[in-house]
């Protein structure tokens, strides 16, 4: 899989994505991610890619020119699934749509900053608006960095033991149950006794119990909704 990532601060993404399970999946040729300074691509000979907006509001605005340069250039490389555009009023970022992202070949991901990216960029090149919660970040990286981390970990081969993404929380629209590990006991702190049991269909049914009460305690919602299991 390919990630085009679009940002006026390269330096910011370029560390977080040369780092741990990125770094390996890179190595291994399981994943590419590309990151485009979009000043690359700005006409202006001082390298602005913002401007005011119309209407007299406050703020500066990421002007369409240099957008729809850079876009224009990858998509004239090859085929993308998706032109994501980080945005607070995006569809929320969950589990499901990392599963839904994680198949697909080639994606872009725009990342705003000021007060955001001329409306027409919206209407006319993205296809996919993604936020990563209810408030509000300076730019739109952050909201890179999350999405790229969970997609990327989600491809076969990228995590050492594959049953480890399959079994973390949401993956079946469960949470997690705990986890210990060694000593059995820590400052009098112990380890439930099932897992000590070595019983393994016991040891199962107490790790569902677990997941049901602390999804029913925790998440709710994710009871009653139709998880979508990709
Ligand atoms: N004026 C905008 C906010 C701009 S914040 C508004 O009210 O909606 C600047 C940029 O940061 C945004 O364009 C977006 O790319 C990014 N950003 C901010 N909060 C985000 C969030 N919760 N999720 C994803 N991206 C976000």
């Known amino acids: ?57 406050a703020g500066m605005v990421m002007q369409c020119q240099p957008i729809d340069a850079c876009i224009t250039a990858l998509t004239s490389e090859r085929h993308y699934d998706e032109i994501i555009f980080t945005s607070p009023d995006g569809d929320i970022f969950d589990q499901p749509t990392a599963n839904t992202l994680s198949m697909c070949q080639n994606i872009i991901i725009l990342c705003g900053h000021y007060k955001g990216i001329d ?57 997690a149950a705990p986890i210990y590990t060694r000593p059995a006991e820590y400052k009098g702190w112990k380890v439930p006794e099932i897992l000590l049991s070595g019983n393994e269909a016991k040891i199962k049914d107490w790790e569902m119990t677990q997941s049901i009460e602390r999804t029913k305690r925790l998440r709710p919602h994710l009871l009653n909704s139709d998880f979508d299991n990709e």
């Open 119 to 175: 409306y027409r960029i919206r209407e006319h090149l993205i296809t996919k608006e993604i936020s990563i919660g209810d408030y509000v970040l300076t730019g739109g990286e952050i909201a890179a960095a999350a999405i790229t981390d969970a997609v990327i970990r989600l491809i076969p081969g990228v995590i050492g033991d594959e049953q480890s993404a399959l079994s973390d929380s949401f993956q079946d629209g469960l949470l």
């Open 1 to 57: 899989m390919r990630i085009d990532i679009i940002t006026v601060l390269p330096e910011m993404l370029e560390g977080f994505t040369n780092q741990s399970i990125l770094l390996r999946a890179q190595k291994k040729g399981l994943a590419e991610i590309h990151i485009h300074n979009l000043r690359d691509y700005t006409l202006d000979k001082h390298r602005r890619v913002d401007d005011y907006p119309y209407g007299g509001f």
